[in-house]
């Protein structure tokens, strides 16, 4: 049962460039969401999508955007980078939002760097 | 406002000992849901409890319990037996929205780091 898979693993960019990140679920979950993790905090949301439409958005700039693909991947694009987007970019998946199903599993992430 | 609240930024267990990890969250939805991640230093949140705010009994997977206090906002994860590959950072996480709304969306705390010594 392949678990939730981001790539790249590691990624630098310079300020100004952009960037775009990719997730594929967990096989069975219909629903991801990304998180961005600086250094020494916990996560924050960024955005969660679900039947390729955005669901619900946090406290993140319209330069972050997001698409979900109708075999449920997604892709997580930030434009104009600037040097406080360096972070751990998690991205999780999850089967509806009630019960223990809406339990959330976490890929690997991206660890961006932006110079 | 939705709050997680982890008050020990470290703690030390000796192996094979019990150790409690502390959480409190705010909330004003009668329904939410608790969750603990694991995150090592590889990066990757690793699942490891959830607890319905419904639920009667305290959940429990393993060496890992969830010590589950409505009534004190609390809901704090204990590790039996302490091996050294517990060694992490730990996540006290609130799902955010209310139960049967859009999103499952999650709020975290500011976690613990555990170091397990031999």
């Known amino acids: 049962d392949a678990g939730v898979t981001q790539s790249p693993t590691h990624l630098i960019k310079t300020r100004g460039q952009q960037v775009t990140l990719r997730c594929s679920p967990k096989?069975?979950?219909?629903?991801v969401s990304w998180y961005q993790q600086a250094l020494g905090q916990g996560p924050q949301f960024i955005f969660q999508?679900?039947?390729?439409?955005?669901?619900q958005r946090g406290n993140f700039p319209d330069r972050f955007s997001g698409h979900q693909f109708p075999n449920y991947s997604s892709e997580l694009n930030v434009n104009a980078l600037l040097l406080g987007d360096s972070a751990l970019y998690l991205c999780?998946?999850?089967?509806?939002?009630?019960?223990?199903?809406?339990?959330?599993?976490f890929g690997p992430g991206t660890r961006l760097l932006v110079l | 406002a939705q709050k997680i609240t982890q008050t020990q930024p470290g703690m030390f267990v000796q192996e094979k000992e019990a150790v409690t990890l502390d959480c409190t969250y705010d909330?004003?939805?009668?329904?939410?849901?608790l969750f603990w991640y694991k995150q090592p230093s590889s990066g990757e949140m690793i699942f490891l409890i959830y607890?319905?705010?419904?639920?009667?009994q305290n959940a429990t997977e393993g060496r890992y319990s969830l010590n589950f206090q409505k009534a004190r906002k609390s809901a704090n994860l204990v590790i039996s037996a302490s091996q050294l590959g517990d060694s992490a950072m730990y996540f006290c996480?609130?799902?955010?929205?209310?139960?049967?709304?859009?999103?499952?969306?999650?709020?975290f705390g500011t976690g613990t780091l555990l170091a397990v010594q031999p």
């Open positions: 999780a998946s999850s089967l509806g939002w009630s019960g223990p199903q809406e339990t959330q599993y």
């Open positions: 096989s069975g979950h219909d629903t």
């Open positions: 999508y679900y039947e390729e439409e955005e669901r």
């Open positions: 909330t004003s939805d009668p329904s939410y849901g």
């Open positions: 607890q319905g705010s419904y639920d009667q």
């Open positions: 996480a609130m799902r955010a929205s209310p139960y049967g709304g859009a999103t499952n969306k999650l709020i």
